[in-house]
Nanobody
Framework: QVQLVESGGGLVQPGGSLRLSCAAS????????MAWYRQAPGNQRELVAA???????DYADSVKGRFTISRDKAKNTVYLEMNSLKPEDTTVYYC?????????WGQGTQVTVSS
C-alpha cells in the first residue's frame, strides 16, 4: 500500500503564494512520476504540473511561469510552489504518484484565492 499525505492548502489573497507538499510512504519502491492535479466542481481533473524520477517537468499552460514543481527523493515528497495566485486557481488540488506502474491519489487539499 502507498499512503500520500498532502498539506499546505489554505486561503490566500490574489497575487499571494502557497506551497503544497505531498509525502509518499509505504510500498514506494519503484516510485516514478509525481504530479499535482486540480479539479473544480463539475469539471474533469486536470494536470497542473508533473515531475519524473529523472527530474523532467511539465506544466499546464495556465500555470507556466507562476508554479514550480519539485521533488525531494530522500523524503519521497513532491512540492508545488504557487506564486501570483489568481481567483481562478481556486479549487481542490490532488497529488498523484506512480509506483510500479500503479497510480495513487492523495485526499486533496483546498486552495482558495480570494480577497
Amino acid at each position: 500500500q502507498v499512503q500520500l499525505v498532502e498539506s499546505g492548502g489554505g486561503l490566500v489573497q490574489p497575487g499571494g503564494s502557497l506551497r503544497l507538499s505531498c509525502a509518499a510512504s509505504g510500498s514506494i519502491f519503484g516510485l516514478n512520476a509525481m504530479a499535482w492535479y486540480r479539479q473544480a466542481p463539475g469539471n474533469q481533473r486536470e494536470l497542473v504540473a508533473a515531475v519524473t524520477s529523472g527530474g523532467s517537468t511539465d506544466y499546464a499552460d495556465s500555470v507556466k511561469g507562476r508554479f514550480t514543481i519539485s521533488r525531494d527523493k530522500a523524503k519521497n515528497t513532491v512540492y508545488l510552489e504557487m506564486n501570483s495566485l489568481k481567483p481562478e486557481d481556486t479549487t481542490v488540488y490532488y497529488c498523484k504518484v506512480v509506483v510500479g506502474g500503479r497510480t495513487y491519489w492523495g485526499q486533496g487539499t483546498q486552495v482558495t484565492v480570494s480577497s
